[in-house]
């Protein structure tokens, strides 16, 4: 696939659009069915075949399924060795961007899963608890690829990752004791002590993220070094980017396959849970993309904001759920439970974004004619 940019279809889409599809893998062109056969894949095994579980469960990195971290490395890899790291610093002075990210995922981010996890599991302290560990932690790693599919802006989400991360490290424990006791007490809600190792926060940050972008940047210098940036954009990415995808499908399968009795035996449980995940992605995309357009970004920055903001780290969340409380824990299902919702909305959000994009285009066309 020449790679200009990644494109997936929209309704009527204009005539450059139609080439960039025209050219579309297989993969590509029909991602959404994947990813649906790669969530119906994983529950069936996980359901017909329980003794997978215990084999991919096998082999740990820290709370992790090394198969589960494997699938993360091999989607993140080829989109960071995608980013123009020499870009950086340009998008480090876009203040107005750093300002808006932060607020909504450290500000409201975590106050609106709070809300919504009491709203709608009031005697449910498990679920309700793993919710608000999801809420706490901003997504480091399928965010990106949901970024690179809305053709948003790759060099603002390594940023914004990368600095979402750092503060995820030091502030992590901090939120949960707020949200989980300090805050609770103070509405005269239960409460609950939590302990927090920030030494396996740090690990999961390294593990999945630390690695994948050490060796994208690695291998960004090293490529346009031995080979000259021709090569590298023209044979080198297009070959790579499709492992993106495959990882992808990858981790979707594994991690559900993990959970699949669980999830499929109590559907009531999953529904419980979904309605505050779906109203929490929704809410926070939305918002998101609303303020950025407010302030003036251009739709990829915009675009990026909004994912950021709606994606969370669930490997993160299950991780501390599974220390604290064990693996059968209702926290962790929570947990588990949340990119069962989260993957489905946020590949139809790829789509309203890529509708919103076309939005975007056509008014800066009519401001450039209206103000030559």
């Not at 080439?19 to 991602?31: E, M, P, W």
């Not at 409201?108 to 608000?132: D, H, K, S, V, Y």
């Not at 559900?256 to 559907?267: E, K, N, Y």
Request: charged residues 15%; glycine residues 8%.
């Amino acid at each position: 696939m020449p790679q200009a940019r990644r494109s997936l279809h929209v309704s009527g889409p204009a005539p450059e659009e139609r080439a960039v599809l025209a050219r579309l893998s297989l993969l590509d062109r029909f991602l959404p069915l994947w990813i649906l056969l790669a969530m119906a894949g994983g529950l069936l095994l996980g359901r017909f075949f329980p003794a997978i579980q215990g084999v991919l469960d096998a082999v740990r990195i820290g709370n992790t399924s090394l198969p589960i971290a494997l699938g993360l490395l091999l989607m993140m890899y080829p989109v960071l060795a995608k980013v123009h790291y020499e870009e950086l610093g340009r998008v480090a002075r876009d203040r107005r961007l750093l300002r808006l990210s932060l607020l909504l995922v450290w500000g409201l981010g975590p106050a609106l899963m709070f809300a919504l996890a009491w709203l709608f599991l009031p005697t449910q302290p498990e679920f309700r608890t793993g919710l608000i560990l999801i809420g706490l932690a901003p997504c480091i790693a399928m965010v990106l690829i949901w970024i690179d599919l809305a053709q948003g802006d790759r060099e603002a989400a390594a940023l914004l990752v990368a600095i979402n991360s750092i503060v995820q490290v030091l502030a992590y424990a901090l939120l949960g004791g707020f949200y989980l006791k300090i805050l609770p007490g103070w509405l005269g809600l239960a409460t609950q002590d939590v302990a927090f190792s920030m030494a396996e926060i740090a690990q999961a940050v390294l593990v999945f993220l630390g690695l994948p972008l050490a060796a994208g940047f690695l291998t960004r210098r090293i490529g346009l070094h031995l080979k000259g940036p021709r090569w590298y954009e023209q044979r080198f990415i297009p070959f790579i980017s499709p492992f993106a995808l495959y990882g992808l499908l990858f981790t979707i399968v594994v991690m559900f396959a993990l959970q699949g009795q669980a999830i499929t035996s109590d559907p009531l449980t999953v529904a419980r849970v979904a309605v505050p995940l779906l109203l929490y992605f929704a809410i926070m995309w939305l918002t998101a993309f609303a303020v950025g357009r407010r302030s003036g970004l251009s739709y990829a920055k915009t675009a990026t904001l909004a994912f950021t903001a709606a994606g969370n780290n669930f490997e993160l969340a299950i991780a501390v759920s599974i220390s604290v409380w064990g693996v059968s824990s209702r926290q962790a299902l929570a947990g588990v439970i949340g990119p069962l919702i989260e993957v489905p909305v946020l590949v139809a959000l790829v789509y309203v974004s890529l509708w919103l994009r076309r939005r975007f285009l056509d008014n800066t066309n009519r401001t450039a004619i209206t103000n030559p």
